[in-house]
């Protein structure tokens, strides 16, 4: 549980992370700072499989690196965002 303030707090426990990250000292830091949370984390290392990934799952949040092979950040969000995609 995050609290943002004495009004509004998030449980993360349980949700379903997808972590789009290709320098592995980062995507370890954020993979372990949320799985601590409670959260349930899915990692790629470049925007074509985060693309892919989140064809064919559900995530809460997903978590993009701008600068990545393949596709970066932006354009795998533009394929996520595709009104065509969907989760399969």
């Keep these: 549980m995050i609290k ?8 993360l426990q ?3 992370v997808l ?8 995507a370890l830091m954020a993979r372990k700072l949320l799985e601590k ?6 990692h790629v290392e470049n925007g074509g499989l985060a693309a892919d990934k989140a064809r064919n ?7 993009m690196d701008l600068q990545m092979p393949v596709l970066d950040g932006d354009q795998s969000t533009e394929e996520i965002r595709k009104p065509a995609f969907q989760h399969q």
């Design 19 to 26: 972590l789009a990250e290709d320098s592995f000292e980062n």
């Design 14 to 16: 349980l949700m379903n």
């Design 57 to 63: 799952k559900s995530y809460n949040l997903i978590l």
């Design 4 to 11: 943002l303030n004495n009004w509004l707090k998030i449980n």
């Design 37 to 42: 949370l409670g959260c349930q984390v899915d």
